[in-house]
């Protein structure tokens, strides 16, 4: 019996598909507009997934410097991905695969590999049929065993890398039923001076999707204001769309806020039409609502977090930020971030840290700021502030405590000075021979095993946990009987690697080797943050007991 070609597609599986495009300018917030027509969906009764395609050439964005892309998010298989599957996992409360993640790296090497192996028996390779059809490939595959697939197409219309991805999705287009797939397209509106919505920009963009064969049926304009209705007509005749296919998406205070702005215009249930699934979904009476429940909530008290790292951009910390924000949503309390820079608080500034109620060292690579990150952490230890160390600032709290308790001066970690004469890290056993960088690290998900009656089994309210992890390197040991008689446990631990540590002499001392920012989501915040938030609330409340702030 003959197979069908490899890019061939059933029409009979039922699944639909959304993809998501974006013009005039990239950062205009698709993704975030993407995850949120998925979360009405699934608050509808549909089971829905992501897949983001990124058409740079890295097979994944591990080797990628945070200042320039944002931060690496990590699933839990180990997929080292960009910060907008973050987001869709967040907004969707599910865990994705590599497999979800569609890069021009991974495209090519598979279909490069495939030719090198004789796959193509003697063809000509190409961009087609050879590179669109794995693209469809692995959207197929991404989207199996779900109502929805939502699938977001990163830069711009008309950048040359994203042009084999654009053409896959006018193939895809064609092999499917009418209804099921829909095109949207987030465009930016800007604002003359006197005021006025532009919509020369949308319509330029439009004109460049539909010159490569993609007609969109739903238009989202991003604008610092909804859309007025003049605009939306505007759009509507000059883009060949139906008026009501054009929706705003204004800026809004949280994130979390988009989907109730989008459902208000009405965008999922005009999705649910196009797509022919709206007699499939629950009644709007029937519809989950806990999602508006939570992000609309009354908060009482506000407390001020810093966090010190070295990246001046807070999308290097985009997963930090959510999860004090989950935690704020379980508290009940406005978690204000404050960012410092660590290469500040190397000479001891700390005036820095003067009026903050808590601090946070997140994870990182290289030698630059983390002198000033062993001084925001000694800040802590000696001030009594709370502190949560993740990753890196796990590690450089090991490294602070030798030095200024153990006494060991110059104590470090291997991987920041090769020549201390106290390695309190250093680098794993199985890393020793490894070249590469790219996807070498301890990745993805882990269990560690907990101590009875630490604050880590408090908190986690278990013997063990799952976290994700992004390290190469961790505590040696060597040095862990000598630390934990000097006052640190650790709590934590998975065979003979140190996983969680703590104080039991401070209000709040917590460093995980993992990196628990990566699992929190807005109804089921990170414990390690729930904690610290906690702590936080304790500590004011006991400092100022102010009415301001409410425990």
């Known amino acids: 019996m003959p197979t069908e070609p490899e890019g061939y597609y059933d029409p009979d599986l039922g699944r639909k598909f959304v993809f998501v495009t974006g013009g005039v300018m990239s950062g205009l917030g698709k993704g975030i507009t993407a995850a949120s027509t998925g979360r009405l969906l699934k608050n509808a009764g549909f089971d829905v997934t992501a897949v983001k395609i990124d058409p740079y050439l890295n097979v994944d964005a591990g080797t990628m410097n945070p200042f320039q892309h ?32 569609v890069t021009t790296g991974k495209v090519y090497q598979e279909v490069i590999e495939k030719e090198r192996a004789g796959d193509y028996l003697g063809k000509t390779v190409q961009i087609i049929p050879h590179i669109t059809d794995d693209i469809k490939r692995r959207i197929r595959e991404a989207a199996e065993g779900t109502d ?13 890398e994203g042009m084999p991805y654009l053409e896959a999705l006018r193939q895809f287009a064609h092999e499917q039923d009418e209804d099921d797939i829909l095109f949207t397209h987030v465009t930016l509106v800007p604002y003359s001076k006197n005021g006025e919505q532009k919509t020369k920009p949308t319509q330029h963009s439009v004109k460049e999707l539909r010159s490569i064969g ?133 000479d001891g500034l700390d005036d820095e840290l003067a009026g903050v109620d808590g601090v946070v060292v997140p994870g990182g ?48 970690s291997a991987e920041l000075d090769e020549d201390t004469a106290y390695p309190i890290i250093d680098i794993l056993p199985e890393q020793y021979e490894i070249e590469d960088m790219g996807g070498t690290m301890r ?60 104080l039991d002499d401070h209000p709040y001392f917590f460093g995980t080797q993992f990196h628990p920012e990566f699992r929190s989501r807005p109804g089921r915040a990170s414990p390690p943050f729930v904690g610290f938030v906690e702590a936080i609330l304790e500590q004011v409340s006991t400092d100022d007991p102010s009415p301001e702030v409410e425990v």
């Open 70 to 101: 944002g931060e690496v998010y990590v699933l839990k298989d180990g997929g080292e991905v960009d910060l907008d599957l973050g987001n869709y996992e967040r907004f969707l409360d599910i865990d994705m695969t590599s497999d979800h993640n």
């Open 148 to 160: 929805v697939c939502i699938i977001e197409v990163g830069g711009t219309v008309g950048d040359i």
């Open 214 to 346: 993609l007609q969109p049926d739903v238009l989202v304009g991003r604008a610092d204001d909804p859309l007025e209705p003049a605009t939306k007509e505007k759009i509507a005749l000059f883009c060949d769309v139906p008026t009501d296919a054009v929706f705003s998406n204004p800026d809004v205070e949280d994130i979390y806020h988009v989907p109730l702005m989008v459902e208000e215009e009405g965008l999922d249930e005009y999705v649910m039409e196009r797509l022919n699934i709206a007699d499939e979904a629950l009644a709007p009476a029937e519809r989950d609502n806990r999602w508006r429940e939570l992000v609309t909530q009354n908060t009482t008290g506000e407390v001020t977090v810093a966090l010190v790292g070295k990246y001046g951009l807070e999308d290097a910390y985009l997963s930090i930020y959510e999860s004090l924000k989950h935690a704020s949503l379980a508290t009940g309390v406005d978690v204000n971030t404050k960012w410092i820079h660590a290469e500040k608080l190397a």
């Open 365 to 412: 690579f290289g030698a630059r700021g983390t002198e000033g990150k062993i001084e925001a952490i000694r800040y802590c230890r000696e001030n009594d502030v709370p502190f949560l160390g993740l990753c890196l600032g796990f590690q450089m709290a090991v490294v602070e405590f030798a030095r200024n308790v153990l006494g060991l001066d110059g104590a470090h």
């Open 443 to 502: 990745l993805g998900a882990h269990d560690t095993d907990i101590q009875d009656g630490t604050l880590a089994h408090e908190l986690y309210g278990a013997d063990s946990c799952t976290e994700r992890h992004r390290h190469r390197y961790e505590v040696n040991p060597v040095y862990i009987d000598d630390i934990e008689d000097a006052g640190m446990t650790f709590s934590g631990r998975a065979g003979n690697r140190m996983e969680i540590l703590e």
